[in-house]
Protein backbone atom coordinates (compact mmCIF):
# COMPACT_ATOMS: atom_id res chain seq x y z
CA UNK A 1 0.00 0.00 0.00
CA UNK A 2 2.85 2.38 0.49
CA UNK A 3 3.94 2.04 -2.77
CA UNK A 4 1.72 4.59 -4.59
CA UNK A 5 1.35 7.78 -3.71
CA UNK A 6 -1.55 8.36 -1.89
CA UNK A 7 -2.64 11.31 -4.50
CA UNK A 8 -2.48 8.74 -7.00
CA UNK A 9 -4.57 6.45 -5.41
CA UNK A 10 -7.56 8.95 -4.88
CA UNK A 11 -7.46 10.35 -8.17
CA UNK A 12 -6.39 13.99 -8.03
CA UNK A 13 -4.07 13.58 -10.05
CA UNK A 14 -6.78 13.92 -12.81
CA UNK A 15 -8.68 16.89 -10.90
CA UNK A 16 -9.04 19.84 -13.40
CA UNK A 17 -7.54 23.41 -11.59
CA UNK A 18 -10.67 24.97 -10.79
CA UNK A 19 -11.57 28.44 -12.22
CA UNK A 20 -13.10 30.96 -10.42
CA UNK A 21 -16.76 32.13 -11.52
CA UNK A 22 -16.65 34.52 -14.39
CA UNK A 23 -19.64 36.49 -14.20
CA UNK A 24 -19.52 39.40 -17.56
CA UNK A 25 -20.97 42.59 -17.13
CA UNK A 26 -24.51 42.03 -18.35
CA UNK A 27 -25.34 38.64 -16.79
CA UNK A 28 -27.91 39.42 -14.14
CA UNK A 29 -27.65 37.49 -11.48
CA UNK A 30 -31.14 36.16 -9.93
CA UNK A 31 -31.45 38.57 -6.39
CA UNK A 32 -31.23 36.67 -2.55
CA UNK A 33 -34.38 38.16 -2.19
CA UNK A 34 -36.13 36.27 -4.53
CA UNK A 35 -34.97 33.32 -3.34
CA UNK A 36 -36.20 33.92 0.06
CA UNK A 37 -39.68 34.89 -1.29
CA UNK A 38 -40.03 31.88 -3.68
CA UNK A 39 -37.88 29.23 -0.91
CA UNK A 40 -38.83 30.06 2.51
CA UNK A 41 -36.35 29.98 5.02
CA UNK A 42 -32.89 28.65 4.56
CA UNK A 43 -30.12 27.89 6.52
CA UNK A 44 -27.25 28.99 3.96
CA UNK A 45 -27.16 30.20 0.44
CA UNK A 46 -23.70 29.49 -1.50
CA UNK A 47 -22.95 30.61 -4.89
CA UNK A 48 -20.84 27.99 -6.80
CA UNK A 49 -19.75 26.82 -10.35
CA UNK A 50 -21.22 23.77 -11.57
CA UNK A 51 -20.02 22.62 -15.04
CA UNK A 52 -19.09 26.64 -15.81
CA UNK A 53 -22.48 28.65 -14.99
CA UNK A 54 -23.26 30.02 -11.96
CA UNK A 55 -25.26 28.41 -9.41
CA UNK A 56 -27.35 28.73 -6.15
CA UNK A 57 -26.43 25.66 -3.62
CA UNK A 58 -28.89 26.42 -0.94
CA UNK A 59 -29.65 24.54 2.32
CA UNK A 60 -33.38 24.84 3.83
CA UNK A 61 -34.47 25.38 7.09
CA UNK A 62 -35.22 21.50 7.13
CA UNK A 63 -32.29 20.70 5.88
CA UNK A 64 -32.63 19.81 1.87
CA UNK A 65 -30.62 20.45 -0.69
CA UNK A 66 -31.57 22.47 -3.93
CA UNK A 67 -29.50 23.85 -6.54
CA UNK A 68 -30.88 26.23 -8.26
CA UNK A 69 -29.72 27.96 -11.88
CA UNK A 70 -28.73 31.66 -10.50
CA UNK A 71 -29.38 33.31 -14.13
CA UNK A 72 -33.18 31.45 -13.89
CA UNK A 73 -33.65 30.68 -10.85
CA UNK A 74 -34.47 26.83 -12.13
CA UNK A 75 -34.31 24.46 -9.42
CA UNK A 76 -32.12 21.81 -11.35
CA UNK A 77 -31.81 19.28 -8.35
CA UNK A 78 -31.69 16.31 -8.29
CA UNK A 79 -28.95 16.38 -11.68
CA UNK A 80 -30.01 14.93 -15.27
CA UNK A 81 -27.60 12.90 -16.29
CA UNK A 82 -26.55 15.27 -19.30
CA UNK A 83 -25.60 17.96 -16.58
CA UNK A 84 -24.23 14.85 -14.20
CA UNK A 85 -21.74 14.37 -17.25
CA UNK A 86 -21.06 18.49 -18.04
CA UNK A 87 -19.71 18.19 -14.12
CA UNK A 88 -17.43 15.16 -14.75
CA UNK A 89 -15.82 16.50 -18.14
CA UNK A 90 -15.18 20.00 -16.58
CA UNK A 91 -13.37 18.07 -13.51
CA UNK A 92 -11.47 15.43 -15.20
CA UNK A 93 -8.52 16.37 -16.58
CA UNK A 94 -7.35 12.68 -18.00
CA UNK A 95 -7.38 11.24 -21.50
CA UNK A 96 -11.62 10.75 -21.37
CA UNK A 97 -12.81 8.37 -24.05
CA UNK A 98 -16.39 7.08 -24.30
CA UNK A 99 -17.85 8.74 -21.64
CA UNK A 100 -20.99 7.31 -19.59
CA UNK A 101 -23.17 7.77 -16.43
CA UNK A 102 -25.47 5.38 -14.58
CA UNK A 103 -27.62 6.03 -11.10
CA UNK A 104 -26.36 4.13 -8.92
CA UNK A 105 -29.15 2.97 -6.08
CA UNK A 106 -27.41 0.88 -3.85
CA UNK A 107 -23.92 0.94 -2.17
CA UNK A 108 -21.31 -1.25 -3.65
CA UNK A 109 -17.58 -2.43 -2.70
CA UNK A 110 -16.54 0.40 -4.90
CA UNK A 111 -18.58 3.49 -3.88
CA UNK A 112 -19.95 2.99 -0.07
CA UNK A 113 -21.30 6.70 0.37
CA UNK A 114 -24.71 8.12 0.03
CA UNK A 115 -27.03 7.42 -2.62
CA UNK A 116 -28.70 7.78 -4.87
CA UNK A 117 -25.55 9.16 -6.82
CA UNK A 118 -24.59 9.18 -10.22
CA UNK A 119 -21.23 6.56 -11.55
CA UNK A 120 -19.65 8.33 -14.45
CA UNK A 121 -17.27 5.92 -16.30
CA UNK A 122 -14.86 7.97 -18.08
CA UNK A 123 -13.22 5.62 -20.25
CA UNK A 124 -9.71 6.32 -19.67
CA UNK A 125 -6.72 3.80 -19.14
CA UNK A 126 -7.16 3.54 -15.52
CA UNK A 127 -10.64 3.03 -15.55
CA UNK A 128 -11.63 6.11 -13.68
CA UNK A 129 -15.02 6.50 -12.46
CA UNK A 130 -16.60 9.87 -10.98
CA UNK A 131 -19.32 9.86 -8.36
CA UNK A 132 -21.47 13.12 -8.68
CA UNK A 133 -24.01 13.31 -5.70
CA UNK A 134 -27.34 14.97 -7.42
CA UNK A 135 -28.16 16.91 -4.92
CA UNK A 136 -25.26 19.50 -4.22
CA UNK A 137 -23.16 18.54 -8.23
CA UNK A 138 -19.82 17.82 -5.86
CA UNK A 139 -17.50 14.65 -7.47
CA UNK A 140 -17.58 13.33 -4.25
CA UNK A 141 -15.60 10.16 -4.87
CA UNK A 142 -12.63 8.88 -7.10
CA UNK A 143 -12.20 5.75 -8.14
CA UNK A 144 -9.31 3.99 -10.63
CA UNK A 145 -7.79 0.81 -10.83
CA UNK A 146 -4.84 2.28 -8.43
CA UNK A 147 -7.92 2.51 -5.93
CA UNK A 148 -9.19 -1.16 -6.11
CA UNK A 149 -5.63 -2.41 -5.97
CA UNK A 150 -4.70 -0.51 -2.65
CA UNK A 151 -8.34 -0.85 -1.23
CA UNK A 152 -7.88 -4.62 -1.72
CA UNK A 153 -4.69 -4.93 0.59
CA UNK A 154 -6.48 -2.65 2.88
CA UNK A 155 -9.33 -4.76 3.20
CA UNK A 156 -6.73 -7.48 4.05
CA UNK A 157 -4.93 -5.25 6.38
CA UNK A 158 -7.85 -4.61 8.71
CA UNK A 159 -9.73 -7.49 7.94
CA UNK A 160 -13.10 -6.03 7.52
CA UNK A 161 -13.97 -8.28 4.51
CA UNK A 162 -17.29 -6.32 3.57
CA UNK A 163 -17.31 -2.74 4.45
CA UNK A 164 -13.58 -2.34 4.44
CA UNK A 165 -13.80 0.88 6.97
CA UNK A 166 -13.79 -1.14 10.38
CA UNK A 167 -10.54 -1.51 11.93
CA UNK A 168 -11.87 -2.45 15.55
CA UNK A 169 -13.60 -5.24 14.24
CA UNK A 170 -14.29 -8.61 16.16
CA UNK A 171 -11.64 -10.34 13.62
CA UNK A 172 -8.86 -7.92 13.52
CA UNK A 173 -9.33 -8.09 17.54
CA UNK A 174 -9.21 -11.29 18.55
CA UNK A 175 -6.33 -11.67 15.45
CA UNK A 176 -4.17 -9.41 17.34
CA UNK A 177 -4.93 -10.93 21.01
CA UNK A 178 -3.82 -14.44 19.40
CA UNK A 179 -0.51 -12.45 17.77
CA UNK A 180 -0.10 -10.71 21.52
CA UNK A 181 -0.09 -14.06 23.08
CA UNK A 182 2.16 -16.30 20.68
CA UNK A 183 4.73 -13.41 21.61
CA UNK A 184 4.96 -13.50 25.18
CA UNK A 185 4.61 -17.53 24.69
CA UNK A 186 7.30 -17.37 22.24
CA UNK A 187 9.90 -15.07 24.65
CA UNK A 188 9.04 -17.40 27.90
CA UNK A 189 9.47 -20.64 26.11
CA UNK A 190 13.15 -19.13 25.01
CA UNK A 191 14.31 -18.80 28.68
CA UNK A 192 12.15 -21.75 29.69
CA UNK A 193 14.23 -24.00 26.89
CA UNK A 194 17.95 -22.91 27.60
CA UNK A 195 19.64 -23.56 30.50
CA UNK A 196 21.19 -20.09 32.22
CA UNK A 197 24.61 -21.07 31.20
CA UNK A 198 23.55 -20.32 27.66
CA UNK A 199 22.37 -16.60 28.50
CA UNK A 200 25.81 -16.11 30.45
CA UNK A 201 26.57 -13.06 27.98
CA UNK A 202 23.60 -11.44 29.43
CA UNK A 203 25.07 -11.70 32.44
CA UNK A 204 23.43 -14.40 34.05
CA UNK A 205 25.61 -17.24 36.21
Not at 19 to 45: F, K, T
Not at 195 to 203: A, E, I, Y
Amino acid sequence: MSWFPIEIVRGEHNISERESISLPADDILLPVVDILLSIGAVNRIALKSLAGKPTYQILTADDNTLLLDANTGEVISPLSEELALQIANSDFSGNAGNVSATMIEETNAEYRGLIPVWQVVMGDDEDTRLYVSPLTGDVIARRNDTWRLFDFFWMLHIMDYENRTDFNNPLVITASILALVATISGIWLIFYRFTRRDFRWLGFK
